[in-house]
């Protein structure tokens, strides 16, 4: 399965391309970012992030698409300009019927570190290491767009395959598996007022 992963930002949207193999074996085969200039009005600049998304699917002909699940920030301009690329990524890839996964910060890092608090520095480190690169990717919107893609391929419910348990999951599986109920329970509380 290729996954696409999606770090969405209006000025550097991170994009990484995995393979996800047999046995969870996960190979790396592509790493970007796409680029808008800050000088561009904003039409043009999603315009850009639109188009440099829409090749990066067309070139690599992904199965999926994970994306980074927009959380609200205390930057309100930030906060949008990161809404409005993952729009464009959950987009490019409805029009092109490949499913799409959302997927939080926390998720990730559990995912990648078996700890939902892990730093920038220590997801790079382990992004590097699963994917078996000779260096770190960079810019970091880089790095956290394979990291989205590794969690997707991590996760519980797709790890399970033909016949697999719930016992083989790897203890960071399981955390992530956990953290992720939990994340479910308080946003169904949340919308009950409770």
């Known amino acids: 399965m290729i996954i696409l992963g999606v770090d969405p930002g209006l000025t550097r949207c991170g994009v990484g391309v995995i393979e996800a193999g047999a046995h969870r074996r996960l190979s790396f085969i592509h790493v970007d970012v796409v680029r808008s200039s800050p000088d561009m009005s904003q039409d043009l600049r999603l ?6 998304l829409v090749e990066k699917i067309e070139t690599y002909a992904p199965d999926t698409v994970s994306i980074e699940r927009v959380f609200a920030q205390s930057n309100r301009n ?3 300009g990161t809404a409005q690329a993952a729009g464009l990524a959950m987009l490019a890839a409805a029009q092109r019927n ?3 996964a959302l997927h939080t910060p926390t998720e990730a890092k559990l995912a990648i570190t078996g700890n939902g608090h892990a730093q920038k520095i ?7 290491r699963i994917l078996n690169l000779n260096t770190m990717p960079t810019p970091a919107d880089a790095a956290d767009a394979l990291a989205l893609a590794i969690c997707h391929a991590l996760r519980p419910a797709g790890a399970l395959q033909g016949g697999e348990r719930e016992e083989h999951l790897t203890p960071a599986q399981r955390q992530w598996a ?3 109920k939990k994340a479910t329970k308080r946003r169904f509380n949340a919308d009950r007022g409770m």
Not at 47 to 52: M, P, R, S
Not at 122 to 128: D, H
Request: proline share 5%; glycine share 4%; no cysteine.
């Open 78 to 80: 930030t906060v949008l």
């Open 47 to 52: 315009l850009a992030i639109y188009n440099g």
């Open 178 to 180: 956990e953290a992720s």
């Open 98 to 100: 490949i499913p799409v």
């Open 122 to 128: 220590q997801i790079e480190r382990m992004v590097t």
